[in-house]
Every structure is written in C-alpha cells, then in structure tokens.
Nanobody, 116 residues
C-alpha cells in the first residue's frame, strides 16, 4: 500500500519561496517516476513537475521558478518553489507521474497560499 505525506506548505508573500516535501511509504520508490500536482479552487488538478529516469519536466507556468528533486535513500521527493505569485495558490500533492503509470491513493496534500 503506497501512501504519501506532503508537508512544507504555508502562507507566503508574492516573490517568496517554499520547499515542499513528500514522504513515500511503499517499496521500490527509486523505480517510479514521480510528480507534483496542484489543484486550485474550481480548477482541475494539474501536473506541474515530474522527475523520472530521463530527467525533469515542468509545466510552462512554473518553468524556471520550480525545481523538483528526490532523495531515494529517504524515499522523499521535493519541490522548491521560488518567485511565487498568487496564481500558484493551490493544494499541492505528490503522486506517480501519470504518464508512466496509474495513480496511487492521494494524500492530504499541503496548502500553499500566496498573498500579500
């Protein structure tokens, strides 16, 4: 049974930074392509960053501002977010990159609010 625990969200001013963490419980973490997703109120969930054997990929809306990384020894994936703006406000989740396989159950996510 794969489970995720996301953390690191909070309230930040425009232009600020946050680092999100996602702890993966399960087997063979290093084998999986992982992604960070976000869902804003009234909007569909979107994949904003992915990390896989071929490298990393980002949505155009976050490219150059967000960086995804992973520590396979800690079964953890990270999302460094810089130069945040109000449009980044959402609940952020991690899960498998859906381009590489089906989702597992979603965790509770972590709320990111960008506001002055």
């Amino acid at each position: 049974q794969v489970q995720f625990v996301e953390s690191g969200g909070g309230l930040v001013q425009p232009g600020g930074s946050l680092r999100l963490s996602c702890a993966f419980s399960g087997r063979n973490f290093r084998m999986y392509a992982m992604g960070w997703y976000r869902q804003a109120p009234g909007k569909q969930r979107e994949l904003v960053a992915s990390i896989h054997g071929g490298g990393t990929e980002y949505a155009d809306t976050v490219k150059g501002r967000f960086t995804i990384s992973r520590d396979n020894a800690k079964n953890t994936v990270y999302l460094r977010m810089n130069d945040l703006n109000p449009e980044d406000t959402a609940v952020y989740h991690c899960n498998r990159d859906s381009n590489y396989g089906p989702y597992w159950s979603w965790g509770q996510g972590t709320q990111v609010t960008v506001s002055s």
